[in-house]
Nanobody, 124 residues
Framework: QAQLSESGGGSVEVGGSLRLSCAKS????????MGWFRQAPGKEREAVAA???????TYSDSVKGRFTISRDNAKSTVYLLMNSLKPDDSAMYYC??????????????????WGQGTQVTVSS
């Protein structure tokens, strides 16, 4: 049974940066589908970034050019580097994983495992 654990959230001022981490345990293979999602109070959960087994990345329009998803296979960790943060980026951020192809990209229902979330707050 795989487990995901996010970390790296916190409070930052507008224009600042944070790097979220999602550590995977319990699944031996390095190549897998990963996604980062976020949910703000009163809003639906939305996709932010996705990474497929071949390393291809996808970003939502709202974060494109500011956020970068990446994977360190040796550490079994996926990262979300967030630059030029805005108040609208404030949300609970979740990572999600799917361990077989095809990857679901931004389809949250395609993911089988979710982390517990890490809070990001951007203040102006």
């Amino acid at each position: 049974q795989a487990q995901l654990s996010e970390s790296g959230g916190g409070s930052v001022e507008v224009g600042g940066s944070l790097r979220l981490s999602c550590a995977k345990s319990g699944y031996p293979y390095a190549s897998y589908c990963m996604g980062w999602f976020r949910q703000a109070p009163g809003k639906e959960r939305e996709a932010v970034a996705a990474l497929d087994g071949d390393g291809r990345t996808t970003y939502s329009d709202s974060v494109k050019g500011r956020f970068t998803i990446s994977r360190d296979n040796a550490k079994s960790t996926v990262y979300l580097l967030m630059n030029s943060l805005k108040p609208d980026d404030s949300a609970m951020y979740y990572c999600a994983a799917r361990f077989y192809e095809p990857c679901g990209g931004f389809d949250q229902f395609s993911y089988d495992y979710w982390g517990q979330g890490t809070q990001v707050t951007v203040s102006s």
